[in-house]
């Protein structure tokens, strides 16, 4: 274990940390930062980047200790060695930018003093005379691999605008002309107070990340154009972002002020000071000659500079034995749930359906296990959220941990959700995945929209489960990578014994008989409560004394008690409520994708009560499609009078024989499940 030190503690030198660390985790060292480093003002994206990094220094034994900025040493990093006690085999390793002879002793006299014996002190302006930013804390190295990954058909360009100021609105035009050509993709590495001048604009479409929000390696194996500009270079992420991208065969352009790469003889290009002449230089001198450019870079002597195996050596680090690639790539699907479990059957009808070369894992939360595992995947246990987090994303951290531990190049990610969480986006493109994002419609009007769109280019395919109707299928996103497939529901079988065993089973359960068997199945999810409902429900039930009526939920749900009073109502939590309203003589159902499905495939008569709040699915909308056919009896949650006269209708006067023949003779589309598993396993391929 390398503990990765700072001389002094601030933002800076965290970050000089966590760079550091990253670069040499990906070497194949076994790298990690004392959790006393992390500062309350990381924000959001450093804490995700130091999970992977953060320990408690009293219950892990040094290998070697890595000091960083050894040119200034405070007090507490003194007392940290102290405190560790290492034993005279451990070696301990300084690096600095020492501004004189004298300094550099005094460093070595500081930390012998901590230590008890002699440091490795590395003058890192004997390897680098002429870095990219003269006060780096850290080693501006890099894996030198020019050429280690193909140029793909349209280069990705990475523009950093610095200190640029955004006063002027052409500028931003200007950029998002850029963005909507067809011959190259285009990102923006912005500050949080030009993120916010965006924001404010008319431009919000714009690619933007925040310096902080992905690992200079990880940004720079998605960079093949990188065009810097402002005064100077604006910190330590984007010095080491320049020197990664060089350092892997690919372009970096000098557009800053004061030509601050090409006077560190980094084999830069010089190019326009302003971004309305980029788009001219790029297209007309950069994009069709890149791998040119690059062999010509490669053959500099600036390389030599900033290769890491040189400090390696310095420093006595040996790179151990680096695991085994797995012969075959993973499939994992991670959907998001709340209570409810809809995405997470999705899914698992999908993987149902894939080749059998293709062996599909879940990453899932508690309440979806059982239901993952009743199908026989292998399921990875995810964190749920809850109030006792003292953030809001501190679940999502150990969802990016698990996930960063089972997952590797070429594997595959397919997320079903609405809004892709930071987890999700930081390890697609931290691991280069192939990444498929199943993406059902209804969503809100609204600006969320535009917020849940904004994540999609980190995905290779885009598929959309159909509704069963084409008034319902709205479009959010256009591209070769967006993908319709027909509905996709899980499909059940009952025969007319299986219907009669099953109904006298629940009354040998229940201990009761019953003629009439009503099943409620108005959703567990986080969109609304439907407890009043269920009250009116039983209550209408009660009088009726030879019914038994279900109150159906998900594993794991939350029941009102007041629920539990009722002598004709029962609670039964069960993976298998179709069966159920296969079974039943009235089915009262929300509106839901999964459940409008099951009810209109299994040509199954009920009364729909869509939920009050569309959140991220529109089930007025989806209710009321179905009831203009007379497929279904429509009601909504406030019309207690009318959802009465509508179960006395089904069960008194035969009206659910109306909504059958309906049902029997209404044309659907072909499920979808089978096109979906196709296309899955297709993007592992054309990664």
Not at 10 to 15: E, P
Not at 151 to 167: C, F, H, I, Y
Not at 511 to 517: A, I, N
Request: aromatic share 6%.
């Amino acid at each position: 274990m390398i503990f990765v030190e700072a001389g002094t503690r601030s933002l800076r030198s965290f970050d000089a940390q966590l760079i550091f660390a990253g670069q040499l985790a990906a070497r194949g060292h076994t790298a990690c930062i004392g959790a006393e480093y992390l500062r309350e003002d990381a924000g959001r994206g450093r804490i995700y980047e130091a999970s992977k990094f953060l320990v408690d220094p009293d219950e892990q034994q040094a290998e070697t200790v890595f000091v960083l900025g050894a040119e200034a040493i405070d007090d507490e990093l003194l007392a940290s060695l102290r405190k560790k006690q290492l034993s005279p085999d451990v070696p301990v390793v300084a690096t600095g930018r020492f501004e004189s002879q004298q300094s550099y002793v005094s460093a070595k006299a500081r930390l012998a003093y901590a230590l008890g014996r002699e440091a490795s002190v590395i003058d890192l302006s004997d390897f680098q005379p002429r870095p990219i930013l003269s006060a780096a804390i850290a080693p501006l190295v890099a894996d030198i691999r020019p050429n280690s990954r193909p140029l793909p058909e349209k280069a990705n360009v990475t523009v950093v605008l610095g200190s640029m100021e955004l006063d002027n609105p052409e500028t931003l035009s200007c950029f998002s002309r850029m963005s909507n050509q067809g011959v190259y993709n285009l990102k923006l590495i912005v500050s949080g107070a030009q993120k916010e001048a965006i924001k404010a604009s008319h431009f919000t479409d714009l690619p933007t990340l925040l310096y902080t929000d992905l690992p200079p390696h990880a940004l720079a194996r998605s960079t093949d154009v990188l065009a810097i500009f402002g005064h100077g270079v604006a910190g330590i992420r984007v010095a080491t972002l320049a020197v990664e991208v060089i350092a892997a065969g690919r372009v970096a352009i000098d557009c800053t002020e004061d030509e601050v790469l090409m006077s560190s003889g980094a084999p830069a290009l010089l190019g326009p000071k302003t971004p309305f002449a980029l788009d001219g230089y790029l297209t007309g001198k950069i994009l069709g000659n890149i791998p040119q450019i690059a062999e010509q870079a490669s053959k500099s002597q600036w390389l030599h500079t900033v290769d890491i195996s040189r400090l390696e050596t310095a420093a006595g680090l040996r790179i151990k034995k680096r695991p085994r690639k797995r012969s075959t790539p993973r499939t994992l699907f991670l959907p998001t749930n709340g209570v409810g479990l809809g995405h997470a059957q999705r899914c698992a009808v999908i993987a149902k359906s894939l080749p059998g070369d293709v062996r599909p894992m879940f990453a899932a939360f508690p309440s979806c296990v059982p239901l993952v595992r009743r199908e026989g995947i292998d399921c990875i246990p995810l964190v749920a959220r809850n109030d006792a987090h003292d953030s809001s994303n501190d679940n999502d951290i150990l969802t990016y941990r698990r996930l960063s531990a089972a997952l590797k190049g070429g594997d595959s990610l397919v997320f079903d959700g609405g809004y892709v969480f930071d987890s999700v986006y930081r390890v697609i493109q931290e691991r280069d995945l192939s990444a498929v994002w199943i993406r059902r419609g209804l969503w809100p009007e609204g600006r969320s929209r535009q917020i849940m769109l904004r994540r999609e280019r980190v995905f290779d395919r885009v598929i959309v489960p159909s509704e069963a109707f084409d008034e319902l299928n709205d479009a959010y996103s256009y591209g070769d990578h967006v993908h319709y497939v027909g509905p996709v529901f899980r499909e059940v079988s009952q025969s007319k014994n299986e219907r009669k065993r099953l109904r006298a089973g629940l009354a040998e359960r229940f201990g009761r008989d019953f003629k009439t068997l009503a099943v409620s199945v108005l959703g567990g999810g986080v969109a609304s409560d439907r407890t009043a409902q269920l009250q009116a429900i039983s209550g209408m039930l009660e009088e009726r004394p030879d019914c038994l009526h279900l109150i159906v939920t998900w594993p794991g749900s939350t029941i009102h008690p007041a629920t539990f009073g009722w002598k004709n109502t029962k609670v039964v939590r069960t993976l298998e409520a179709t069966s159920l309203c296969l079974a039943a003589d009235l089915v009262l159902s929300a509106a839901g994708y999964n459940s409008v499905l099951e009810i209109l495939y299994h040509r199954i008569p009920a009364i729909l009560i869509p939920q009050s709040a569309p959140y991220l699915d529109d089930q007025e909308r989806r209710a009321k499609a179905l009831a203009d056919r007379d497929l279904c009896a429509m009601v909504t949650e406030r019309e207690i009078l009318k959802l009465e006269a509508m179960v006395t209708g089904f069960l008194d006067r035969g009206e659910a024989d109306v909504y059958r023949t309906a049902l029997n003779k209404v044309e659907l589309p072909d499920p979808g499940a089978p096109s979906a598993a196709k296309l899955i396993a297709e993007v592992r391929q054309c990664k």
